[in-house]
Each structure stands twice: as structure tokens, then as C-alpha cells.
């Protein structure tokens, strides 16, 4: 019932207009401009500083933690894999006439070794619970995590493990498809990782996971630190 009431929210672009204040075009059937976990993320990028360099990994039809982010006054490039959707995502770019180039790319591939931070929410429901729920396969992209949802997770982790650069990555997951100590455990798996951070955002039942790639100190630990205060664990 809850998952009916927010995925049709989701969809609608008066609500999408009202939560982040951008002039947003329609969207083709099937698609949806945010779902719990970009809204996790929205709050966990309040902590990047304007000016940073950031990478919206996987930045979605609506591209909209890019273009909040830009409108702070950071450096962004956005990148998404599948090019529908990022087609999609170039027109919400454009009608707001952001400054904001979009890579397609998979993962961390070419991306900046001075990047200081980057967001992910990945696609991570395990197929057979998408398919049993009838999610778009037009939209496979955006929620396929494979037979236990960590598919795509684990090889962006191994991706920034093995990254030139030390971003800090924020990293949201929905525990209710992926638990918290499933995370917890891929990150252990990689010892060019380090955990700084587990923010916990109850309510929409999702964890941003903040990580760095431990060959540094990670960029802005108080940043990180600050957010602690409301949610950390
Ligand atoms: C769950 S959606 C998130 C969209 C948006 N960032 C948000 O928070 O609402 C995941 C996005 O990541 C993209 N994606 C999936 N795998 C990717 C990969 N390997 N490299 C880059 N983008 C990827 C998908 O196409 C999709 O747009």
C-alpha cells in the first residue's frame, strides 16, 4: 500500500516540481523522477561544499541531485549508463540551462582523478522481486541488482577501490532490498576501502554509506562528521 502510495508520488511531476524546485519536463510512461533513496542522497549532498568537484553517478531521468548540486555552486558531471535515460536527463539538464556535462559511461570509467565527491544510488532490488512487483523492463537499468540486488553495488565498489583518485563517495541503499550489514560486508571484502560513515535515514528506510578510498584522508571529514549529528550510527 505504502509502496503504491510513494511509486505513484514518484511519478508525479507537480510532487517532483514541489520537492526540488526545478521546472521538470514529463516523463515517458514507466519512468519516475525519485524514489526514496534519491531523497536520502539529496540530503546527504547538503554536506558537499559549493565549489567541490562531484560526480551524480548513475544520475537517472530527471538528472536531479546533479542539477541541485549545480545550482549550489558545485563543479558536477553527471553520468549514466543507458542511453535512453540519459537522453532524458540531457533535456531536464537543458530546460533549466545548466552548465552540466553528461557522461555516458559505466560506472567510474574516465572518471576525473579530481573528483572529491561522488553519489550512487544503484540499482539494487534482487530481479526476482522487481519482476514479482512488475517493474518497467524499459527501465531495467534502474533497479535490476541482480539475484541478491548487490550486483551493481559490488562492482562499483571494486571500481572505486581500484580509482586513481580518493573521492569521498556516498553511497544510498534501500535496506529494505539490501541490508545494512550485506553493505557492510562487500566494503570488509575490499581493503582499499575504508567506512567512514553509515548515515541512517529511518523513515524512507535507507542507508547512505559513506566511504573513502583509505589511501588518504578522506576530502572534508567534518563535512561528514556534521552530518553524523542527525542519523549517524
Ligand atoms: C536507482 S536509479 C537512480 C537515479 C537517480 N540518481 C536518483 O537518485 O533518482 C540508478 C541509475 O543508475 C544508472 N546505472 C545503473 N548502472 C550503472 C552503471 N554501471 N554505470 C552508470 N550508471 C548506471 C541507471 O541507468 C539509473 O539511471
Same mark, same amino acid.
Given at each position: 500500500?505504502?509502496?503504491?502510495?510513494?511509486?505513484?508520488?514518484?511519478?508525479?511531476?507537480?510532487? #517532483? @516540481?514541489?520537492?526540488? @524546485?526545478?521546472?521538470?519536463?514529463?516523463?515517458?510512461?514507466?519512468?519516475?523522477?525519485?524514489?526514496?533513496?534519491?531523497?536520502?542522497?539529496?540530503?546527504?549532498?547538503?554536506l558537499?561544499?559549493?565549489?567541490?568537484?562531484?560526480?551524480?553517478?548513475?544520475?537517472?531521468?530527471?538528472?536531479? +541531485?546533479?542539477?541541485?548540486?549545480?545550482r549550489?555552486? =558545485?563543479?558536477v558531471?553527471?553520468?549514466?549508463?543507458?542511453?535512453?535515460?540519459?537522453d532524458?536527463?540531457?533535456? =531536464? +539538464?537543458r530546460?533549466?540551462? #545548466?552548465?552540466?556535462?553528461?557522461?555516458?559511461?559505466?560506472?567510474?570509467?574516465?572518471?576525473?582523478?579530481?573528483t572529491e565527491?561522488?553519489l550512487?544510488?544503484?540499482?539494487y532490488?534482487?530481479?526476482?522481486?522487481?519482476?514479482?512487483?512488475?517493474?518497467?523492463? #524499459?527501465?531495467?537499468?534502474?533497479?535490476?541488482?541482480?539475484?541478491?540486488?548487490? @550486483?551493481?553495488?559490488?562492482?562499483?565498489?571494486?571500481?572505486?577501490?581500484?580509482?586513481d583518485? =580518493?573521492?569521498?563517495?556516498?553511497?544510498?541503499?534501500?535496506?529494505?532490498?539490501?541490508?545494512?550489514a550485506?553493505?557492510?560486508?562487500?566494503?570488509?571484502?575490499?581493503?582499499?576501502?575504508?567506512?567512514?560513515?553509515?548515515?541512517?535515514? @529511518?523513515?524512507?528506510?535507507v542507508?547512505?554509506?559513506?566511504?573513502?578510498?583509505?589511501?588518504?584522508?578522506?576530502?572534508?571529514?567534518a #563535512?561528514?562528521?556534521?552530518?553524523?549529528?542527525?542519523?549517524?550510527?
Amino acid at each position: 500500500m505504502l509502496h503504491a502510495v510513494f511509486g505513484s508520488l514518484s511519478r508525479s511531476r507537480w510532487v #517532483a @516540481r514541489l520537492l526540488f @524546485r526545478f521546472d521538470l519536463p514529463s516523463l515517458p510512461p514507466g519512468g519516475h523522477y525519485f524514489d526514496v533513496t534519491t531523497l536520502a542522497l539529496l540530503k546527504a549532498s547538503r554536506l558537499i561544499p559549493a565549489g567541490a568537484s562531484v560526480l551524480d553517478l548513475g544520475t537517472g531521468s530527471a538528472a536531479l +541531485i546533479a542539477l541541485s548540486l549545480w545550482r549550489r555552486g =558545485c563543479r558536477v558531471e553527471a553520468v549514466e549508463i543507458d542511453a535512453g535515460v540519459a537522453d532524458e536527463a540531457e533535456r =531536464c +539538464i537543458r530546460r533549466q540551462g #545548466a552548465h552540466l556535462p553528461l557522461r555516458r559511461a559505466n560506472l567510474l570509467e574516465g572518471a576525473p582523478s579530481d573528483t572529491e565527491f561522488l553519489l550512487f544510488n544503484p540499482p539494487y532490488v534482487p530481479t526476482a522481486v522487481a519482476e514479482r512487483r512488475g517493474l518497467p523492463d #524499459a527501465y531495467r537499468s534502474q533497479w535490476d541488482g541482480g539475484p541478491d540486488g548487490t @550486483r551493481v553495488i559490488a562492482a562499483f565498489l571494486d571500481a572505486l577501490e581500484a580509482h586513481d583518485g =580518493c573521492p569521498t563517495a556516498f553511497l544510498g541503499i534501500n535496506g529494505r532490498h539490501v541490508p545494512r550489514a550485506r553493505v557492510e560486508a562487500l566494503v570488509a571484502e575490499r581493503p582499499g576501502l575504508r567506512l567512514e560513515d553509515v548515515v541512517s535515514e @529511518r523513515l524512507l528506510g535507507v542507508q547512505v554509506f559513506v566511504l573513502s578510498s583509505g589511501r588518504s584522508d578522506p576530502v572534508s571529514p567534518a #563535512a561528514t562528521a556534521a552530518g553524523a549529528a542527525e542519523g549517524s550510527e
